[in-house]
């Protein structure tokens, strides 16, 4: 079974950047389609960024767009979260998962493998 381990989350003021770092192991990383999800205290986990087999392939909340950038490098088996301009509604735990799939999907039912997750906090 597939194991992801996210890691690079941390406390940084508004406007600052943090990259986020999923490491995967177990089923072939490039067989898997991934994806970030978020979830703040007392909200539902909210689709963050996705990107498909193909690295070309990305989607993305609106919020996030313009800000955040989704990447993966197969020959290390990682998918990263690069996030910019952070503010602090974007503070949360982030999740890394991953999906049989072909192309990025939003729906987080459609992912068979979550990570532990990582806390982003961001002061005003």
């Known amino acids: 079974q597939g194991q992801l381990v996210e890691s690079g989350g941390g406390l940084v003021q508004a406007g600052a950047s943090l990259r986020l770092s999923c490491a995967a192991s177990?089923?072939?990383?490039?067989?898997?389609?991934m994806g970030w999800f978020r979830q703040a205290p007392r909200k539902e986990r909210e689709f963050v960024a996705a990107?498909?087999?193909?690295?070309?392939?990305?989607a993305y909340t609106d919020s996030v767009k313009g800000r955040f950038t989704i990447s993966r490098d197969n020959a290390k088996n990682t998918v990263y979260l690069q996030m910019n301009s952070l503010k602090p509604e974007d503070s949360a735990v982030y999740y890394c998962?991953?999906?049989?799939?072909?192309?990025?999907?939003?729906?987080?039912?459609?992912?068979?493998?979550w990570g532990q997750g990582t806390q982003v906090t961001v002061s005003s």
């Open positions: 990107i498909g087999r193909n690295p070309i392939s990305t």
């Open positions: 177990g089923p072939t990383f490039s067989n898997y389609a």
């Open positions: 998962a991953a999906r049989g799939g072909v192309v990025p999907n939003t729906s987080p039912s459609t992912y068979n493998y």
